[in-house]
């Protein structure tokens, strides 16, 4: 029977190579199957970037997927994001740093270049909405389309990339929780669900009731920005409590729900990243 929850310390979980582009490590949190068809996991890029990579980008490369969202968030290192928002003009380099939120919706024209590699690696919260957004995946043949670096841009490339610092963004009152913050990132779209970032006080017993919404697709999860967190999963299993601390990951599958236990939610305050939700009272409260 397949467990109501998956449960990760990506510290200390073990990454695997990516055999189709050697340097590259990932961390598999959700499979196609729980994801919808999409993927959630971390990628781990090298300086530089992989040799691969550097061949593929040597004079520049940029692409566009047809029908997937693609997003990211930068846990670490740095990562170069050249995007063009004249068509007709030339690249912008934004230089991507801890705590940048990236998002890559269809037909929105992103590229890179060998010049502009990571310089000490880059550690990426990576999760889409199907397959084919990675050059190396087979369904990619299908979905991502490149672009010669320079000269005219397909017209229906119009895809508007969202691309900041959420440092950048400010905090606002929890729509449930008080003394609460949230900090929304990304609505609904494509077929994911809603991204906010979630700021829980120290010491916090507020009432948490997140159930999962019916279907094989896991659409609640969370990863630990910061901090420590301590829920209960309720689902066919009963109650398991789930420990989690910075770099940790949780998702809920349908038929179970996360709830807050008897202790405190968190010893000394936590900022999570929310989808789906905003560990509110009820599943209704981030729809």
């Known amino acids: 029977m397949i467990s109501d929850f998956v449960l990760i310390d990506t510290d200390t979980a073990p990454t695997e190579e990516d055999p189709r582009n050697p340097g590259k490590r990932t961390l598999l949190l959700l499979s196609r199957e729980d994801a919808g068809g999409g993927v959630v996991r971390i990628s781990h890029w090298p300086s530089g970037f992989t ?94 389309f490149d672009v010669e670096f ?16 959420a440092q950048d963004r400010p905090w606002q ?60 999963v309720r689902g066919q299993d009963g109650v398991t409590p789930a420990t989690l601390r910075e770099n940790g990951f949780l998702a809920w599958r349908d038929g179970a729900a996360v709830r807050a236990g008897e202790g405190a939610l968190t010893d000394g305050g936590c900022v999570a990243i929310c989808i789906g939700h905003v560990l509110g009272s009820n599943a209704a409260s981030a729809a």
């Not at 900090?183 to 999962?212: H, Y």
């Not at 990863?223 to 420590?228: L, T, Y």
């Open 51 to 144: 040799e691969s990579i550097r061949n593929m980008a040597n004079n520049g490369h940029r692409h566009y997927h047809n029908s997937v969202n693609e997003r990211h968030y930068v846990l670490g290192g740095d990562w170069t994001a050249l995007y063009w928002p004249d068509p007709e003009g030339g690249p912008v380099a934004t230089r991507l740093t801890r705590h940048h939120y990236l998002e890559n919706p269809p037909k929105a024209l992103h590229g890179i270049n060998r010049s502009m590699g990571p310089e000490t690696g880059t550690k990426f919260l990576v999760w889409t909405s199907g397959p084919g957004t990675d050059v190396h995946e087979p369904e990619a043949a299908t979905e991502s």
């Open 150 to 165: 320079e000269g005219p841009v397909p017209p229906e490339v119009d895809g508007i990339p969202i691309l900041f610092n």
């Open 173 to 232: 009152p929890h729509p449930q929780q008080d003394g609460w913050l949230v900090k929304p990132l990304s609505a609904e779209q494509d077929g994911l669900p809603p991204v906010t970032l979630v700021n829980i006080p120290a010491g916090s017993r507020a009432p948490v009731d997140v159930a999962a919404p019916e279907g094989a697709t896991v659409k609640r999860w969370l990863f630990v920005i910061s901090g420590d967190l301590a829920l209960d």
